[in-house]
């Protein structure tokens, strides 16, 4: 298995993968990313890039009613994690972590994780073939 970047740094890719509105989708989606970057030589991005697709996958499932999917991209030594679900609402705005007040929680930290970890995020509506959702993403540059 590759173990450094060479293969990364040449031609833009792109993955999907479309997952069903269930959490166990979650546990896939992470181990599906975990193999496209060790298989592309980025294995010191899988851990935080791990995290990241975790909070965004776990967001698409729990938080809407229809199908979701993560979509990976390298692209000019940026990695992009994002995921899509099929409602159209934005997301809640992350509040800084230092802001959180009961760290217990089992809910409300995702997306301030997301915009603590990664270098740049952000979020977008869709509308593809009549259909309408949101694409919620984050950034890690490879430096």
Not at 41 to 58: K, M
Not at 74 to 95: I, K, M, Q, S, T
Not at 118 to 138: F, I
Request: proline share 8%; with cysteine; glycine share 8%.
């Amino acid at each position: 298995m590759p173990e450094t970047e060479p293969h990364a740094i040449g031609a833009p890719w792109e993955y999907w993968l479309h997952i069903p509105n269930d959490l166990r989708a979650v546990t896939i989606s992470r181990r599906t990313l975990r193999l496209i970057l060790t298989m592309h030589g980025l294995i010191r991005l899988v851990d935080i890039a791990e995290l990241l697709a975790t909070e965004l996958v776990s967001n698409a499932v729990r938080h809407t009613k229809g199908p979701a999917a993560l979509r990976v991209t390298w692209r000019d030594g940026v990695l992009r994690v994002g995921a899509w679900d099929a409602d159209p609402e934005p997301p809640e705005p992350p509040c800084p972590l230092d802001q959180l007040t009961d760290l217990d929680l089992e809910g409300g930290r995702g997306l301030a994780l997301v915009r603590s970890c990664a270098d740049l995020w952000g979020w977008q509506p869709l509308t593809r073939n009549g259909d309408h959702g949101k694409y919620v993403w984050c950034d890690l540059v490879a430096a």
